[in-house]
């Protein structure tokens, strides 16, 4: 027996897919007229912002980090806090934005500290769960560091949850992800939460 199921067709990567005309479609199904003036440019411009905000797809782990592995002789912990960013939540495609806040105890080498905020931003330009995008970041700097533990502390903001639904403005979400040291370590754990004092960032 056949499945009635239908077949969503992806696109092989590097190929262009024009996304305006499905916004044109979708400005008409909504009740709009896309060639008022106000719409006319509409579908480009949203075209033009979705692939910027997806672009994480096309990013490349090794091209980000580009190299930027230095042997150092260094055992204390690195930390980089408060790095800003915005993805979009891929049950509503509504945003989410926030801060997370990045730790690592390096073992034989460190990372060059502008690469950790390229690491955020290659996750959260793509459709995200918060929970994911802080284990991946988490697990990315594990694996190209190979540091003796990693701690990611994320808090957010999520438009699903500010414009529809329970419409609760002022409420933030708040994920973890504690590997190695970070995890097996309570002083470790302790040190990184005292230098993040994360409880005074505002969410």
């Known amino acids: 027996m056949k499945s009635n199921k239908a077949i969503v067709k992806v696109m092989p990567k590097g190929k262009e897919q024009e996304i305006a005309p499905l916004i044109e479609e ?106 994911r995008l802080t284990q991946e970041v988490a697990q990315t700097l594990q694996e190209a560091v190979r540091p003796l533990g990693v701690g990611v502390i994320c808090e957010a903001r999520h438009f699903c949850m500010m414009m529809r639904g329970v419409e609760k403005q002022h409420s933030g979400a708040m994920t973890s992800a504690m590997l190695g040291a970070f995890r097996d370590r309570k002083e470790t754990r302790d040190e990184f939460l005292a230098l993040v004092n994360h409880k005074a960032n505002g969410f």
Request: aromatic fraction near 10%; charged fraction near 30%; hydrophobic fraction near 40%.
């Open 26 to 131: 979708l400005l008409g199904r909504l009740g709009e007229d896309p060639q008022r003036d106000g719409l006319l440019r509409t579908p480009h411009r949203v075209e033009r912002a979705l692939k910027f905000l997806t672009s994480g797809y096309d990013m490349d782990v090794q091209k980000v980090l580009n190299g930027a592995l230095y042997d150092v002789k260094y055992d204390e912990m690195v930390v980089v806090k408060d790095i800003e960013f915005f993805s979009m939540c891929e049950h509503h495609m509504l945003p989410f934005f926030g801060k997370m806040h990045v730790a690592y105890l390096p073992q034989k080498k460190v990372i060059g500290l502008s690469k950790i905020p390229r690491i955020v931003d290659m996750f959260a330009r793509r459709l995200q769960i918060q929970e």
